[in-house]
Every structure is written in C-alpha cells, then in structure tokens.
C-alpha cells in the first residue's frame, strides 16, 4: 500500500499533502471526538495527538466509532488504533489524562497543534481550552485555532463554533452573546446542552442516537478542514461564519429536521477572557472575572433545568444585530 493509492479518491478534492503535514489535537474522544479523529485520519490529515483518560464501556459502543473488540481499552489507544486503520501513515501521539487535573500543563499539550478539537463533554475543560488558547495568542502571538461542539439532550440538535485567536471572538465571548439572544430566554430543557450540567457527581451522559450525534461531530470536522486548509490553493471553499446551529428534529428554533442555522459574532470588550478588563485585570479581579464568565453557562443550564415550558412548532426570532441568521 502507498499514500498515493490510498487517497486517490481525493485527488482534486482535498489537498492531502498539505493535510499530511497538519497537527490536529483532538481532547476528549467519546462519541464526537472519535468519529472526528477517524474521519479527520481518512481525509489525510497525518498527525494526532489524542487527550483523554476514560475507557470504552459497554453503553459506549452503539454510539462509538470503536467496538466491543475494544471494550475496556483506555480511549486513546482505541481511537488510535481506529485512526491508523483508516491512515497507517498517520503518526499518533497519546496523552492520557484529564486536562483538568492539577499539573496537566494543558499549554504545552496544544503548543505546536494546527488546529485543537474540543469534543469534552464538560463546559469547565471548554473554558480551560479556549484560556489557554487566547493566552497563548496574547502572551506569544500564536494564534492555535479551535472547533467546538456540543449535543443538546438526546442529540436532538447541537452547535458547532470556530475560535481564532486574535482574529475571531472567543468561547467565552459567544457562549455570552447567544446567552443574550431573545430565543434563548424561552429555552426548554432540552435545548441545553448536558455537558452544561456541571454538576459532575450527578452527571451522566444523556440518551441519543449516535448517527445524531455524528451529524454534529461531522460538521465540526468539516469546518476543521476549512481551517486547515486557509491560505493555501485549495479547493475546499471556507464560510463567513463561525458559529452554527444544527437541527436533527423539528424543536425549539428548528422549522424542520436537519436545518443548520449560521450565525455571525463579535468580540464582546467585556468578556472575562479575551476582553479589555480581563487583560488589564490583577489577579484577583481576573478571578472574579473567569468566575462571572463560567456563570453565564451554568446560569443558561439552570434555566434550563428549572422551565416548565415546552415549544411547539417553530416561532420566528429577531436576532441580535451581531448574531445575524443564515438559513440553509
């Protein structure tokens, strides 16, 4: 076997030696992180490193792209198992652990990457990736893209969003501008995404079918290869936005099954993380800070949780000036 015959299927398609040269760190490989790190691996992508510290159980297997075979296995040796079984050329770093635990130098983990995916499971490692992304923007001006998503309850729907330091507003700076748009006051329960329940002893991950699920990891890694592939003479045209919804039924802003909504944002100079006060800020008023940020999420989930309310059908919404809607 050789890479040429390999990828002839992409030939005019994707340009694959560009590609084999591109570093992508792919933190958390459940559900979304390991269909995105194999499809990633079939588009020629030739270099990985791979985050996580769980193992593949039983409940995991219908929605996983490993299988019972690997029942029991630490993630990161199974997905890349999976990777290398789509691309042998592709080299595999793996790092086992959370990269919320004290001393994970998670700064030194995505230094160096061309792109990171964030496919946690938890709004805190979230927030944790973007702070060390827009530091290093700020402190070395490297500038480290990153494609985030989530599920909402039972894959019904998700977001996908692309941060570029310096270039683009941050985690912090959408998760506060789409917490302030009309439809989100109505929000029913499950329309919020679980991984905001972040209430990590009564966390569970919640029902939903795993091809639901992949439609959201899909895009994320669509719009990933668009970044990778910037500045280059490619044939994969980018988009003007950075921030999507996407509808696997008819619910909440959804008129109909699979309807992706774009958005565009702007950086908000109040932000806790990359706005003008976070820089300026001591360090305790940078706590205060981060904390009044993590509060935006948790106060959304909370919302959530407590509503009573249900939407039927589809009501239209008059979106902010700086989150204007794309429909496809």
Known sequence: MDKKSLFSRLQDVIETDVLSNRVVTVVGLGTGGSLV?????????????LIDFDRLE????????????????????????????CNPFASVELY????????????????????????????????????????????????????YAGAYE????GDVMRVVPGASPCYDCVIGSVQQLP???????????????????????????????????LLQAKLALMTLLRGTDTQVADIPYD????GNRKEWIFPEPFKCIFAKTEMRPDCGTCGTPARAA???????????????????AKAGADTNSTVNGYEEVELAPHLREYSS
Not at 37 to 49: D, I, M, T, Y
Not at 154 to 157: I, K, M, S, W, Y
Not at 195 to 213: H, I, K, M, Y
């Open 37 to 49: 790190a194999v499809e990633l691996a079939k588009c020629a992508v030739g270099k990985f490193r």
């Open 58 to 85: 039983t409940h995991n297997v219908v929605r996983h792209a490993c299988g019972v075979r690997d029942l029991g296995r630490l993630k990161t040796d199974a997905v890349k198992d999976a990777v290398l079984n």
């Open 96 to 147: 086992n652990l959370n990269v919320l635990d004290e001393g994970v130098d998670l700064a030194q983990l995505l230094s160096g990457s061309d792109i990171v995916m964030a496919c946690t499971d938890s709004e805190r490692s979230k927030y944790h990736i973007n702070r060390c992304l827009i530091n290093l923007w700020f402190e070395q001006k490297i500038s480290i893209p990153a494609i």
């Open 154 to 157: 039972r894959a019904f729907g």
């Open 183 to 217: 439809f989100m006051a109505t929000m029913p329960k499950s329309t919020v995404p679980y991984s905001a329940l972040e209430n990590s002893a009564a966390f569970r991950a919640e029902p939903g079918l795993g091809l639901d699920v992949h439609f959201i990891a």
């Open 243 to 246: 921030f999507l919804f996407w």
């Open 282 to 300: 001591t360090p305790t008023e940078e706590q205060d800070l981060q904390q009044k940020s993590q509060e935006i999420i948790c106060a959304a």
